[in-house]
């Protein structure tokens, strides 16, 4: 069975500072993980995800996500925080076969500093 | 292209109440997902059809629950009767699959159904 731990379920930086979101996995065969954001009142909006290949995934907004197979991690960062990043978002994993199910961290909410 | 559709966005019943909540996937998207937040907690995969099939149903918390999927386009999710712990967020997404000899691994979600039961 899959797992997914969010350190923090609250995080605040100042605009412009940098964004690191935590998130450790377990899993017992190489797993697929993504980051979801949701935005107030709308729904979860895939950010990035990574399968196979290079380790170091870009997505949208600016945010990337580095696959550490040594630590079980995939941190969400972002080089310089934007008004519009505040939302909440969500680490995700599922298997890399088989059944398609997500299990889902228990979220982080962002808050930007002005 | 028209994202995950849900319907209603909320829904307030008394307990005992039955309640119906709808889905209507991505044209074209073979599964279809159902999740639930309960406040405060982890995303939870509920169930997944494939076309018109469940494919995995594991995540039904109780026979309370029923999923359908008649046609293999929309869905349905009817809780009866309503009990207070059913209340929460409830997600739909769904997603390509298999396709043209390649997996897509994006579930695309609604926007989901807020559900109070008091």
């Known amino acids: 069975a899959q797992s997914v731990t969010q350190l923090g379920s609250h995080v605040s930086v100042s605009e412009g500072a940098l964004v690191l979101l935590r998130c450790n996995y377990s899993?017992?065969?190489?797993?697929?993980l993504f980051w979801y954001v949701q935005y107030p009142n709308q729904g979860l909006q895939l950010l990035l995800k990574?399968?196979?290949?290079?380790?170091l995934v870009k997505g949208i907004n600016g945010f990337e996500a580095e696959f550490k197979k040594s630590e079980t991690s995939f941190h969400l960062t972002k080089p310089s925080a934007h008004m519009s990043d505040a939302a909440e978002y969500f680490c995700?994993?599922?298997?890399?076969?088989?059944?398609?199910?997500?299990?889902f961290g228990t979220g982080t909410r962002l808050t930007i500093i002005p | 292209e028209a994202g995950v559709t849900q319907f209603p966005s909320h829904s307030v019943i008394e307990k005992g109440q039955t309640v119906t909540l709808r889905c209507d996937p991505i044209?074209?998207?073979?599964?279809l997902y159902w999740y639930r937040r309960v406040m405060g907690k982890e995303i939870k995969f509920l169930l997944h059809f494939v076309k018109e099939s469940k494919q995995d149903e594991s995540g039904m918390p109780n026979n309370r629950f029923l999923a359908e999927r008649t046609g293999g386009t929309y869905s349905t999710l009817k809780v009866q009767p309503a009990e207070l712990e059913d209340s929460g967020v409830y997600f739909c997404a769904s997603s390509q699959g298999r396709t043209s000899g390649s997996w897509t691994y994006e579930q695309y979600f609604g926007p989901g159904t807020r559900l109070t039961v008091t």
């Open positions: 899993s017992s065969v190489p797993p697929y």
């Open positions: 044209s074209g998207h073979d599964n």
């Open positions: 990574y399968t196979t290949g290079a380790t």
């Open positions: 995700a994993v599922r298997l890399n076969f088989g059944n398609e199910k997500l299990t």
